[in-house]
């Protein structure tokens, strides 16, 4: 059984430490063995097949990582064909699912793929997969993330931690790395929030102006994994005034195609920020190397081109790691290479949270109960909504769970309490007979996490439902993830049902392009109202 066969990378988080590891490994190995022009090892790693077929679809520019691939390809003796969008059918108005199931039935194995639209291939892996098994394909079709939007770049992180490895000695016990540049639009450094995990230690230095800084889920997500993290506004404040300076820069280059006209107006004022100055040479640490993920600009290059012929210069190697790394991507995923492979790791199959309680309702008469409980024969009472929150924004987030819940044109009120901590706190009822249903009792749990649903029938709790926030949600179709360059956001018109993961800070991250949200954000304001989650029976 091979671990890596028929695997897509779309995150780099979709491959372990271990699996990345071993993919490294093998990197030295084939490195090794062109330098020695070992002809035999070279041949165990080639796919050497012309009908095994490799799509390139590139519909953003690129040099490094299309060229790299499309050697890389010819490196393994396969069949690249490179989808042209400027006259395929994405002009008539043709969806991602339906031009990637054309070329799947052509028998084509691994798409390789660049997009302004994030989350593509995390989608295109589910909805190909289906097409190749109602199809009798007989194999899975792999989807490697060559860059989507401002999201990932994961076959650069492959290459950027190899490197980083090269230059460590292999240690993977400690790393010091300064992030700089447009760390805003710039989705290699995005992957370093999961990739860096390979070491046990780390400490990141986030350089940038307040226009380009680390977006906050991501740097969530770096503490999360346990990494120091640092926050300067240039080099030259990082530069001055701290003891601790990084070894291993990695600049990134402005990225003006992603940036809105504000920004662009004050892109030289930006750049100076992130430019490496050669008055900064004398404050650089002994071994200091430089990285950029390329290209640079050849009128303002954040690495001015004198750097090229020092000892700071990592980005060459960098760069030609990238064919290396991928030729060894494309050997694993297409079960040419890594049978091996053996995972220490232990893969517990974690037990799903409950997200839902019922509890034993208590109905003696001299029970203090809550209001709007007591006064109701037959009805639901949404209780303890928000509770702790301030009692506008209690006001304004019932609203929106009225919507969710299909609650509005019904008898009923809500209003907002003091529970007995003092705490204030959201409450909703509605008089009648409703049969709630698991799936309804899901979208409440997502849009009120930590409310507490009580039955009541011929004057009595009948039921009680403690709720938490479920660990996934999808399948409602008034869900969405905010961020309009998502192919599951409505402005894609690829009909891709918006997906939540629960994170470990209680939100949720879209399933597709990884944007965190709260749980206040997920369904759409402007929403049909869906008569079939909550049925009035009478
Ligand atoms: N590093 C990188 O993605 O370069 P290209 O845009 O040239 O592919």
Not at 178 to 183: E, H, Q, R, S, T
Not at 223 to 247: C, H, P, Q, W
Not at 394 to 405: F, L, Q, S, T
Request: glycine content about 6%.
């Amino acid at each position: 059984m091979n671990t890596f066969k028929g695997r897509s990378l779309c995150v780099i988080d979709d491959f372990t430490k271990e699996e990345r590891l071993y993919l490294f490994s093998q990197v030295r190995k084939l490195k090794e063995a062109v330098k020695r022009g070992d002809k035999k090892t070279l041949d165990s790693f080639r796919i050497n097949d012309p009908d095994y077929g490799i799509y390139e679809v590139f519909l953003e520019d690129s040099t490094r990582t299309k060229e790299s691939f499309r050697n890389a390809i010819a490196f393994h003796h396969a069949k690249l064909t490179e989808m042209s969008a400027d006259n395929s059918s994405f002009n008539k108005g043709e969806s991602y699912a339906d031009t990637f199931n054309t070329l799947c039935g052509y028998n084509n194995r691994i798409f390789i793929i660049r997009s302004k639209v994030e989350g593509v291939c995390a989608y295109l892996r589910e909805e190909c997969s289906e097409y190749a098994e109602r199809n009798s394909l007989g194999f899975k079709p792999v989807f490697i993330n060559a860059g989507d939007g401002k999201h990932e770049h994961p076959t650069q992180e492959l290459l950027d931690e190899y490197t980083f490895l090269e230059d460590n000695n292999w240690d993977t016990s400690y790393l010091h790395i300064a992030l700089v540049g447009d760390l805003y639009h710039g989705r290699t450094v995005h992957s370093k929030a999961d990739g860096l995990k390979l070491w046990d230690k780390v400490k990141v230095d986030l350089i940038a102006p307040q226009e380009l800084s680390m977006p906050s889920q991501y740097i969530t997500k770096m503490k999360d994994n346990g990494f120091e993290v640092r926050v300067f506004s240039s080099i030259e404040e990082y530069l001055k005034n701290n003891e601790e300076i990084a070894t291993k820069w990695y600049f990134t280059r402005p990225q003006l195609e992603r940036m809105g006209e504000k920004i662009l107006q004050k892109q030289d004022e930006l750049r100076a920020t992130i430019t490496f100055k050669e008055e900064f040479m004398p404050l650089l640490k002994e071994n200091t190397k430089f990285y950029h993920p390329l290209p640079r600009h050849k009128v303002h290059p954040t690495i001015p081109t004198f750097l090229d012929k020092t000892p700071l210069n990592g980005w060459e190697r960098q760069s030609i790691n990238g064919m290396y790394t991928r030729i060894v991507l494309l050997g694993l995923v297409a079960g040419k290479i890594g049978d091996d492979f053996v995972s220490t790791e232990k893969h517990e199959v974690k037990k799903e949270e409950e997200w839902i309680r019922e509890v034993i309702p208590t109905n003696e008469k001299k029970r203090v109960i809550s209001e709007g409980v007591n006064p109701i024969r037959d009805g639901i009472v949404i209780d303890h909504i928000l509770s702790g929150e301030n009692p506008e924004e209690i006001r304004r987030h019932m609203i929106m769970i009225r919507k969710v819940m299909a609650l509005d044109g019904l008898k009923g009120g809500e209003w907002v309490s003091q529970g007995s901590g003092g705490f204030y706190k959201g409450i909703i009822f509605r008089p009648g007979f409703f049969s709630l249903d698991h799936k309804a009792i899901k979208r409440l749990a997502a849009v009120a996490p930590g409310c507490t649903l009580n039955i009541i029938e011929n004057g009595k709790v009948t039921k009680k439902i403690k709720t938490k926030m479920p660990p996934r949600i999808y399948n409602f179709d008034d869900l969405m993830c905010t961020n309009e360059a998502c192919i599951s956001n409505d402005t894609q018109s690829e009909n891709v049902g918006a997906m939540f993961i629960r994170t470990s800070d209680n939100n949720f991250r879209c399933a597709y392009c990884g944007r965190v949200h709260s749980f206040k954000e997920i369904f759409k304001w402007k929403r049909q109202l869906i008569q079939n989650q909550l049925h009035l029976k009478h």
